[in-house]
Protein backbone atom coordinates (compact mmCIF):
# COMPACT_ATOMS: atom_id res chain seq x y z
CA UNK A 1 0.00 0.00 0.00
CA UNK A 2 1.51 3.24 -1.03
CA UNK A 3 -1.45 5.86 0.07
CA UNK A 4 -3.52 7.23 2.35
CA UNK A 5 -6.94 5.93 -0.08
CA UNK A 6 -5.06 2.42 -0.16
CA UNK A 7 -4.66 1.95 3.78
CA UNK A 8 -8.34 3.16 3.69
CA UNK A 9 -9.45 0.94 1.45
CA UNK A 10 -7.88 -2.09 3.20
CA UNK A 11 -10.08 -1.23 6.54
CA UNK A 12 -13.37 -2.16 4.92
CA UNK A 13 -16.05 -0.17 7.48
CA UNK A 14 -13.50 2.08 8.72
CA UNK A 15 -12.69 3.20 12.17
CA UNK A 16 -15.52 1.93 13.72
CA UNK A 17 -15.09 -1.43 12.50
CA UNK A 18 -11.45 -1.08 13.35
CA UNK A 19 -12.00 -0.65 16.98
CA UNK A 20 -14.71 -3.14 17.39
CA UNK A 21 -12.18 -6.10 16.06
CA UNK A 22 -9.17 -4.30 17.52
CA UNK A 23 -8.34 -4.46 21.19
CA UNK A 24 -6.99 -1.59 22.23
CA UNK A 25 -3.39 -2.83 23.41
CA UNK A 26 -3.59 -4.01 19.45
CA UNK A 27 -4.27 -0.49 18.43
CA UNK A 28 -1.81 1.36 20.43
CA UNK A 29 1.23 -1.42 19.35
CA UNK A 30 0.04 -0.03 16.04
CA UNK A 31 -0.09 3.59 17.34
CA UNK A 32 3.29 3.52 18.83
CA UNK A 33 4.94 1.52 15.63
CA UNK A 34 3.53 4.27 13.68
CA UNK A 35 4.88 7.04 15.39
CA UNK A 36 8.38 5.16 15.42
CA UNK A 37 8.19 5.18 11.60
CA UNK A 38 7.33 9.27 11.39
CA UNK A 39 10.41 9.75 13.95
CA UNK A 40 12.55 7.87 11.72
CA UNK A 41 11.23 9.60 8.49
CA UNK A 42 11.81 13.16 9.78
CA UNK A 43 15.41 11.77 11.04
CA UNK A 44 16.40 10.78 7.94
CA UNK A 45 15.09 14.56 6.63
CA UNK A 46 16.96 16.02 9.21
CA UNK A 47 19.65 14.13 8.08
CA UNK A 48 19.76 14.77 4.19
CA UNK A 49 18.90 18.42 5.19
CA UNK A 50 22.38 18.59 7.45
CA UNK A 51 24.22 17.12 4.30
CA UNK A 52 23.00 19.01 1.55
CA UNK A 53 23.79 22.27 3.46
CA UNK A 54 19.86 23.12 3.79
CA UNK A 55 20.16 23.86 7.21
CA UNK A 56 23.59 26.06 6.75
CA UNK A 57 21.96 29.62 7.20
CA UNK A 58 19.97 28.60 9.79
CA UNK A 59 23.46 27.43 12.16
CA UNK A 60 25.24 30.00 10.90
CA UNK A 61 22.56 32.69 11.66
CA UNK A 62 22.88 30.89 15.36
CA UNK A 63 25.93 30.90 15.88
CA UNK A 64 25.98 34.65 14.89
CA UNK A 65 23.21 35.14 17.59
CA UNK A 66 25.46 33.36 20.52
CA UNK A 67 28.88 35.38 19.33
CA UNK A 68 26.69 38.44 19.69
CA UNK A 69 25.25 37.01 22.90
CA UNK A 70 21.35 37.50 22.04
CA UNK A 71 20.50 34.72 23.11
CA UNK A 72 18.88 33.16 26.97
CA UNK A 73 19.35 30.41 28.62
CA UNK A 74 17.19 27.37 28.21
CA UNK A 75 15.97 27.43 32.06
CA UNK A 76 15.30 30.66 31.93
CA UNK A 77 12.72 30.66 28.80
CA UNK A 78 11.00 27.25 30.15
CA UNK A 79 10.87 29.40 33.74
CA UNK A 80 9.50 31.68 32.07
CA UNK A 81 6.45 29.80 30.64
Same mark, same amino acid.
Given at each position: ???????? *??????????????????????? =??? @?????? *?? $???? =?? $????????? %? %? @??? =?? $?????????? $? =??????
Amino acid at each position: MSSLAQIK *TAIPYGIASLHAQLPEAEARKLL =EWF @QAYLDE *TW $DRQI =EA $DVKSGHLNS %L %L @QRA =EA $DIAANRVKPI $D =EILNNS
